[in-house]
């Protein structure tokens, strides 16, 4: 079976010439804003796989989000280091979604199509979101962005309505509770609540004991 342009831009990501090549860019780009507009997409394949065209209506941004867990302001009573709560906290949500949010943010006349992984260094991560303007006429008059229209879909990545907003909500058709980071959690509670409503049962009783214990 013959590959086609876009995977064969997808295996070029693993030779060395393009590391070198994303190590050049990064230098730029740490001095970049954190949300910054751009041309073209850097990966083709990925933003046309969720539905970019290189047509008016269609805006691809890029999002630096940094790494690490999250930091709180420290309190002014006295406690204990460690009871402090400063340092160490991991966010509930993903770096892939927070750069959508922020890009969000941003153009707020815009709504999120998809988003993926560009590259990252020693602080940040950097994602490309793929916007489009709901309200312009070549998205309007194109038969499969015609849903983006309709109020209903209005601001839906702060509502959790995008791929690693689904993810991570544990709404994954394939995938379930397993898409979480509590699905052994859930299923052992299921087990063992199962497991407690058929020992109570009178069949499990009369079957497992001579006589039915209190009687």
Do not use: C
Request: charged share 35%; glycine share 8%.
């Amino acid at each position: 079976m013959v590959s086609s342009a876009y995977s064969f831009m997808e295996s070029m990501r693993k030779t060395e010439e393009y590391s070198k090549l994303i190590k050049a860019r990064l230098v730029q780009w740490r001095q970049d804003e954190t949300v910054k507009r751009i041309e073209k997409p850097t990966r083709l394949g990925r933003a046309r796989a969720l539905g970019y065209k290189a047509k008016q209506g269609y805006v691809v941004v890029r999002v630096k989000v940094s790494k690490g867990g999250l930091n709180k302001e420290r309190p002014n009573k006295g406690r204990r280091p460690k009871r402090m709560g400063v340092y160490g906290f991991s966010p509930a949500k993903s770096h892939r979604w927070i750069a959508e949010e922020r890009a969000a943010r941003k153009f707020p006349n815009l709504e999120v199509l998809g988003s993926y992984y560009v590259a990252e260094d020693g602080q940040h991560k950097y994602y490309e979101v793929v916007m489009v303007d709901p309200s312009h006429p070549a998205i309007i008059n194109t038969e499969e962005l015609k849903w983006l229209t309709n109020s209903v879909n209005r601001r839906r990545v702060f509502r959790g309505l995008t791929s690693p907003g689904k993810k991570s909500r544990g709404l994954r058709k394939s995938r379930g509770l397993k898409g979480t980071v509590i699905h052994k959690m859930k299923r052992k509670q299921k087990e063992r609540e199962q497991r407690a409503r058929h020992e109570a049962s009178k069949y499990y009783r009369l079957d497992t004991y001579t006589r039915v214990p209190g009687k």
